[in-house]
């Protein structure tokens, strides 16, 4: 007759290795970071981490000066490369920026488009409504 004592003594074996793994798994009696250190420990208590500054500073990037929307949407004028959005007279950043096959489609307002490094158009009455701009969208879906 066999024995099943190996193969008892195996579940056994994992059954105490998965008890003492979720041994650790539960809450703390303590809150973390109370600052006490064990009884009769000689170790000092840990401090709480602060809010100084590295001794060297770490450069900051200069924010981007962005146009005035003014002078970059113009009937006709060529809309820079380099075009990331503007500021409207509000203050607030204007960037409206689509992909169109390659190319960037961008616009401003209501009326204004422009593909990236192009001419900017002027909708008539409105990009919804103009001809032109529907059908640079449709070529720009594919």
Same mark, same amino acid.
């Given at each position: 007759?066999?024995?099943?004592?190996?193969?008892?003594? !195996?579940?056994?074996?994992?059954?105490?290795? &998965? #008890?003492?793994?979720l041994a650790g798994c539960g809450d703390d009696d303590?809150?973390? /970071?109370?600052?006490?250190?064990?009884?009769?420990? +000689?170790?000092?208590?840990?401090?709480?981490? #602060?809010?100084?500054?590295? @001794?060297?500073p770490t450069p900051t990037k200069k924010p981007v000066?962005?146009? +005035? &929307?003014?002078?970059?949407?113009?009937?006709?004028?060529?809309?820079?490369?380099?075009?990331? !959005? &503007?500021?409207?007279?509000? /203050?607030?950043? +204007?960037?409206?920026?689509?992909?169109?096959?390659n190319r960037k489609l961008a616009q401003h307002g209501?009326?204004?488009?422009?593909?990236? !490094?192009?001419?900017?158009?002027? @909708? #008539?009455?409105?990009?919804?409504?103009?001809?032109?701009?529907?059908?640079?969208?449709?070529? &720009?879906?594919?």
């Open positions: 007759m066999r024995s099943f004592l190996p193969t008892r003594l !195996g579940v056994l074996v994992a059954a105490l290795t &998965c #008890t003492l793994a303590k809150p973390a /970071g109370d600052g006490s250190s064990a009884p009769g420990s +000689s170790a000092p208590a840990s401090t709480p981490a #602060t809010d100084t500054p590295a @001794a060297t000066q962005l146009p +005035s &929307c003014e002078k970059v949407w113009v009937e006709g004028k060529i809309l820079p490369a380099s075009y990331r !959005g &503007c500021v409207d007279e509000f /203050g607030q950043v +204007s960037k409206s920026i689509r992909g169109c096959v209501d009326q204004y488009y422009a593909i990236v !490094g192009r001419e900017v158009v002027r @909708a #008539t009455p409105d990009r919804e409504h103009d001809a032109d701009y529907n059908a640079l969208l449709v070529a &720009c879906s594919g």
